[in-house]
Nanobody
């Protein structure tokens, strides 16, 4: 059973940086697709970034050039480096795994296993 635990959230000033980590366990396949999503209060969950085992990355337009997704292949830890943070980046951030490979669309319905989330709050 896949288990995903996010960490690294917190508070930051606009223009600052945060690095999120997702510790993944129980995933027994060498091929994978993993992603980051976020959900702000009163809004739908949206895709932020995804990466597959070939290193192919995809980003939402709103974060491209500011956020970087990466993975530690040995430990299957997933990271999200967030730079030049904006107030509108405030949300609960979730790590997710797609059970089939490769990655498809960066939408919540394409991913089946989810972490509990970590809160990111950006102030002006």
């Amino acid at each position: 059973q896949v288990q995903l635990v996010e960490s690294g959230g917190g508070s930051a000033q606009a223009g600052g940086s945060l690095r999120l980590t997702c510790a993944a366990s129980g995933y027994g396949y060498s091929n994978y697709c993993m992603g980051w999503f976020r959900q702000a209060p009163g809004k739908e969950r949206e895709g932020v970034a995804q990466i597959d085992s070939d290193g192919i990355r995809g980003y939402a337009a709103s974060v491209k050039g500011r956020f970087t997704i990466s993975v530690d292949n040995a430990k299957k830890n997933l990271f999200l480096q967030m730079n030049s943070l904006k107030v509108e980046d405030t949300a609960m951030y979730y790590c997710a795994v797609r059970r089939t490979w490769p990655c498809y669309t960066l939408t919540p319905t394409s991913f089946q296993d989810w972490g509990q989330g970590t809160q990111v709050t950006v102030s002006s």
